[in-house]
Nanobody
Framework: QVQLVESGGGLVQAGDSLKLSCAAS????????MGWFRQATGKEREFVSS????????NYRNSVKGRFTISRDNAKNMVYLQMNSLKPEDTAVYYC????????????WGQGTQVTVSS
C-alpha cells in the first residue's frame, strides 16, 4: 500500500505562485509514474501533470504548460508541483496520484489540497 499526502495549498491572488508537495509513505514510489490531478467544484477531475519514475519525462495539460512544473525527489519519496502565474480557473482541489504500471491507470490517490485563486 502507498499513502499519499498533499500539502501546500492555500488562498492566493491571481498571478501568485504556490508549490504543492506530495509525500509518499508505506512503499517507495521511486519506480512509479506520479501525477497531479485537480477537481473544481461541480466539474470532473482532470489531469494536470505527470512525471516518469526517472523524472526525464513530463506531461502537462495545455492550460498549465509554461506555468506549472512537476518534479520529484526519489530519495525523499516526494513529488512537487510548482504553480506560477496562477489564474482563477486554476481553483480546485489538487490530488497527487501514483501509477504502479507504466501506461496504466493511477492506483493510489491522496486526499487532496485546496487551491483557491482570487481575481
Amino acid at each position: 500500500q502507498v499513502q499519499l499526502v498533499e500539502s501546500g495549498g492555500g488562498l492566493v491572488q491571481a498571478g501568485d505562485s504556490l508549490k504543492l508537495s506530495c509525500a509518499a509513505s508505506g512503499r517507495t514510489v521511486t519506480t512509479y509514474t506520479m501525477g497531479w490531478f485537480r477537481q473544481a467544484t461541480g466539474k470532473e477531475r482532470e489531469f494536470v501533470s505527470s512525471i516518469s519514475w526517472s523524472g526525464k519525462n513530463t506531461n502537462y495539460r495545455n492550460s498549465v504548460k509554461g506555468r506549472f512544473t512537476i518534479s520529484r525527489d526519489n530519495a525523499k519519496n516526494m513529488v512537487y508541483l510548482q504553480m506560477n502565474s496562477l489564474k482563477p480557473e486554476d481553483t480546485a482541489v489538487y490530488y497527487c496520484a501514483a501509477s504502479t504500471v507504466t501506461g496504466g491507470g493511477y492506483d493510489y490517490w491522496g486526499q487532496g489540497t485546496q487551491v483557491t485563486v482570487s481575481s
